[in-house]
């Protein structure tokens, strides 16, 4: 099956992909897939899909062939706009909008790892967003933690590296600083909100060290690429590499992992102190990160090896 990437390509220069995703780009091209780039800025700020994909070729034949996209964060409306213009190239991507919708919101795949994961809650919100009244809610709703701490995030994101101001809240019982804090997290996050805020208990996690500029603690954490239910690329998340510890048990998760309704995700895990491992989040493999000072190419071979055999 043949399989091609899409990447982001750069504002500055549309013939180059996006300087963040160049090793990619490239390492995706040394693995043997064929590449294509999108002109993001046409397709979110002018949302024209087709302009978008001026320099995606037509794909001859009489089905579609299947395709990737590899780059910045789409909302589900967007995605929906690239998979249906990407159709009209003859190509379609490895996961429809639905699916897609499933991994990239977490109150979407919450049921899945609830057992395995830290207790949340959730709320949409409407547009244009009033911060007032997204307090009120937000005082009541945190009501069901009594005096834990928690975080905020919204459907997708949180402001991890804005750790004391806009995402951590020590006691949910004390409402002036889940105001304070919703409040900042509302403004950090201004038009890039996504859909609505989402609460979690907050787990103590097995610590590393703190980020230095943040001061967000750094976890013991795991960042695994799924394919069609099978593991295909493992990682220790805040560098390359892999946990002999954490491999030992990975197989525990294949339920839960096979219960997913996605072909390419990401299942982020992190070891809680002294206790088990977790389950932090999912993610679309279309746009989740590779972890810091990952090997690209490695990535990339092991991806169209496990498409090749028939995985995907």
Request: glycine share 6%; proline share 6%; with cysteine.
């Amino acid at each position: 099956m043949t399989f091609t990437v899409l990447f982001a390509s750069s504002p500055m220069n549309l013939r180059e992909a996006d300087e963040s995703y160049m090793e990619e780009y490239r390492s995706a091209e040394k693995a043997g897939f064929a590449v294509g780039l999108i002109d993001l800025e046409e397709l979110l700020m002018n949302n024209d899909p087709q302009k978008a994909l001026k320099r995606v070729a037509l794909h001859p034949g009489p089905e579609p062939q299947s395709a990737l996209y590899r780059g910045w964060m789409l909302r589900p409306d967007e995605y929906e706009n690239l998979y249906a213009a990407l159709l009209t190239r003859n190509l379609r991507l490895i996961h429809t909008p639905g699916q897609y919708r499933h991994v990239h919101y977490l109150p979407e795949s919450y049921p899945k790892i609830e057992d395995v994961t830290p207790k949340s809650m959730w709320f949409p919100l409407p547009t244009p967003v009033s911060i007032d009244a997204a307090e009120n809610l937000a005082a009541e709703a945190v009501r069901v933690f009594d005096n834990h701490p928690i975080i905020v995030k919204d459907y997708v994101k949180s402001r991890k590296h804005e750790w004391d101001e806009a995402c951590y809240i020590p006691d949910a019982s004390d409402e002036s600083k889940v105001r304070q804090t919703v409040r900042r997290f509302l403004e950090l996050q201004g038009s890039q909100l996504n859909e609505g805020l989402v609460f979690r208990a907050f787990t103590e996690l097995e610590a590393l060290s703190r980020h230095p500029l943040s001061g967000m603690p750094l976890s013991r954490e795991i960042r695994v690429f799924v394919l069609d239910g099978n593991p295909i690329f493992v990682s220790t998340y805040w560098e390359a590499g892999e946990d002999a510890a954490f491999n030992a048990v990975l197989g525990e998760f294949q339920e839960i992992i096979r219960s997913i309704e996605s072909r390419f995700f990401t299942i982020d895990f992190a070891k809680t102190n002294k206790g088990p491992w977790i389950v932090l989040e999912l993610g679309d493999g279309q746009v989740a990160g590779l972890p810091d000072d990952t090997n690209a190419e490695r990535f990339y071979t092991e991806l169209k090896k496990s498409l090749e055999k028939g995985v995907g």
